[in-house]
T-cell receptor
Framework: SQTIHQWPATLVQPVGSPLSLECTVE??????LYWYRQAAGRGLQLLFY??????ISSEVPQNLSASRPQDRQFILSSKKLLLSDSGFYLC????????????FGQGTRLTVV | KQEVTQIPAALSVPEGENLVLNCSFT??????LQWFRQDPGKGLTSLLL?????REQTSGRLNASLDKSSGRSTLYIAASQPGDSATYLC???????????FGQGTILTVHP
């Protein structure tokens, strides 16, 4: 069976510090990978998605970037965090464009102080 | 641009009631619609997936319907239990690649 791992679960970072959140998927190959942010009162917003190694699409302009160095690894990064980057970050995967059921990780609560 | 609306925003019911959560979307060009459950501070758990060609899906006490032409879906929960208390999210996967658009969710509280 497939599993998705996301870490850390919680993170408190000062403004201006770098960020690296990691997500890995097990039990499948060549998944579509997604990063979402859930902010209070704003619902879930798609940040990035990837259909393969090194292929990243950005949905909204922001202070964040994403990378996919391996088939089942997806990383969310920032060089300098802003207060507005605080939120709940969720990684998700789906099998393919024709099998689009999405499965989510447990999320990372990021607080920028 | 796809917009997804969920009604009601919050619902509080006594244990044992049958209830209906509503989801509407503006663009009917979708691959599928998915219902999720989210417990406080946790990730999303997939409950039901309805393909665009399907009318409904059932899992245990849950039944989800889809009327793609009118842009509506309902999630029916039978014989609600306190353990059903959570936020329920509806999301549609549009034909514009990679687009899973979420509603704001319905916060459900089932009290004993």
């Amino acid at each position: 069976s497939q599993t998705i791992h996301q870490w850390p679960a919680t993170l408190v970072q000062p403004v201006g510090s770098p960020l690296s959140l990691e997500c890995t998927v097990e039990g499948t190959s060549n998944p579509n990978l997604y990063w979402y942010r859930q902010a209070a009162g704003r619902g879930l917003q798609l940040l990035f998605y990837s259909v393969g190694i090194g292929q990243i699409s950005s949905e909204v302009p922001q202070n964040l970037s994403a990378s996919r160095p391996q088939d089942r690894q997806f990383i969310l990064s920032s060089k300098k965090l802003l207060l507005s980057d605080s939120g709940f970050y969720l990684c998700a995967w789906s099998k393919s464009i024709t099998n689009t059921e999405a499965f989510f990780g447990q999320g990372t609560r990021l607080t920028v102080v | 641009k796809q917009e997804v609306t969920q009604i009601p925003a919050a619902l509080s019911v006594p244990e044992g009631e049958n209830l209906v959560l509503n989801c509407s979307f503006t663009d009917s060009a979708i691959y599928n619609l998915q219902w999720f459950r989210q417990d406080p501070g946790k990730g999303l758990t997939s409950l039901l997936l309805i393909q665009s060609s399907q009318r409904e899906q059932t899992s245990g006490r849950l039944n989800a319907s889809l009327d793609k032409s009118s842009g509506r879906s309902t999630l029916y929960i039978a014989a609600s239990q306190p353990g059903d208390s959570a936020t329920y999210l509806c999301a549609v996967y549009g034909t514009s690649y990679g687009k899973l658009t979420f509603g704001q969710g319905t916060i459900l509280t089932v009290h004993p």
